[in-house]
Structures are given as C-alpha cells and as structure tokens.
C-alpha cells in the first residue's frame, strides 16, 4: 500500500523576526511543521535559534527539527527537551560513525522522537544503507543544505526511486527546491514526506499554492 504523502512547510529563518513571520504564515494550514538549525560550521550560514527562544513563538505545534550543524549530539541533547519535537534529522556527512549514530538513535527513541537521517546531493545510498533500518525517515536533500531558492537536484529523483524500491515501508522525505514543476515527479519516484520552504513561502496564497502542487 503507498505512503500517504505529507506535505512539511520547511522553516529556515536567520533570527526570531524571520521565524515569527514565516511560522505565521503556514502554521494554521499544516500538522507538522520543520525548523531548520544551522551552525555556521557544517553550513556557512547560521541561526541562533533554540528550543527556549522558539517557545515563545510556537506554541502547541509539532515540530521536526532538521540539524544541519557539526555538534550532533549537543544539538539533539539540546531539542529534545522541548516537548513539541517529535522528529529529529541529522546529516550523516556530520557524523559518519555508525556505533555513535546508533547510540544517538537509541537514546532518542528512549525519549520517545523519531530519528531522521539526511544525505547531502553528493552522498550515495550505497554509505547509508547499512543504517536504513535504524531510522524513522531517510530524509534525501534536492540541494545543498543552508540556503533556500536554489534549483531542484535531479540526482534526487534516482535515490528516492531506489530507496523506495528496496524498503517499501520507509519514509522517505525530501527537501529542497521542492515547487509546482516538480512535486509530481518527486511524489511518483516514491517521496511521501515533502519539506517545501521557498515555493510555500513566496505564495500569496497557501491553499492554491497546495492546489496547484497537486
């Protein structure tokens, strides 16, 4: 049976203001929503965002938090006592070592969140694979992490396909460049999770915006 798919507006903002703005703007019309945490070190850009700071804005929403920092275990020890999370993702590019990824998984599911991995454009499946099984989510980005407006990487469309194809039951997510042109093919290629920042952001109207991906 396919995967129902769910659409995850993508929240990459630089300050609180941003945050407030951009939260604002999806977060009646959507159950889950993600916020991008950037450290300055395994992307160039940074945000000084934490779990304190977001409550003031965020309220009763659930949230996936997706890492794009070095530090991985400081950063999950850091959202996961913020009650709203219920899916944290990393980049394996960040932390390679499989005994120390499944420690991090292990220990977040005793805190009951979700794990998630994501691999950068130039990441095969081939240096994933044997920790698939460990996660919740597979999260497979359509462009290269820290900035948003950039054009969709096709490359991600293969990955999705084989994925799929060899674990039926997973989820895969995918973000980046996700927009009207695309949403299709990314959904046909077995994609059931799709994070969209820009393309949702950018519309005057969400729910044409939705209408129109569909």
């Given at each position: 049976m396919?995967?129902?798919?769910?659409?995850?507006?993508?929240?990459?903002?630089?300050?609180?203001?941003?945050?407030?703005?951009q939260y604002k703007k999806v977060a009646k019309d959507f159950d889950l929503l993600?916020?991008?945490?950037?450290?300055g070190e395994f992307v160039s850009s940074k945000n000084n965002l934490s779990p304190r700071?977001?409550?003031?804005i965020?309220?009763?929403?659930?949230?996936?938090?997706?890492?794009?920092?070095?530090d991985i275990n400081s950063y999950i020890g850091q959202w996961?006592?913020?009650?709203?999370?219920?899916?944290?993702?990393?980049?394996?590019?960040?932390?390679?070592?499989e005994e120390a990824i499944i420690q991090a998984v292990r220990w977040l599911k005793k805190q009951n969140i979700k794990a998630g991995l994501a691999i950068n454009p130039t990441t095969t499946l081939k240096k994933i694979l044997p920790l698939i099984k460990k996660f919740d989510t597979i999260l497979i980005?359509?462009?290269t992490p820290g900035?948003?407006?950039?054009?969709?990487?096709?490359?991600a469309l293969s990955k999705i396909k084989k994925l799929r194809k060899k674990f039926p039951n997973l989820n895969i997510e995918i973000d980046g460049g996700v927009n009207d042109k695309n949403?299709?093919?990314?959904?046909?290629?077995?994609?059931?999770?799709?994070?969209?920042?820009?393309?949702?952001?950018?519309?005057e109207d969400i729910k044409q915006a939705i209408a129109k991906l569909k």
């Open positions: 396919p995967k129902k798919i769910q659409i995850i507006p993508a929240i990459l903002a630089f300050d609180l203001e941003q945050l407030k703005s993600q916020i991008d945490i950037m450290d700071k977001i409550k003031k965020v309220k009763q929403q659930p949230l996936e938090i997706h890492l794009m920092v070095q996961s006592t913020f009650k709203n999370v219920k899916r944290i993702i990393w980049h394996y590019e960040a932390l390679p070592d980005m359509g462009v900035k948003q407006n950039q054009t969709f990487n096709r490359k949403y299709s093919k990314i959904t046909k290629a077995g994609a059931n999770l799709i994070a969209i920042g820009g393309y949702l952001q950018q519309a």
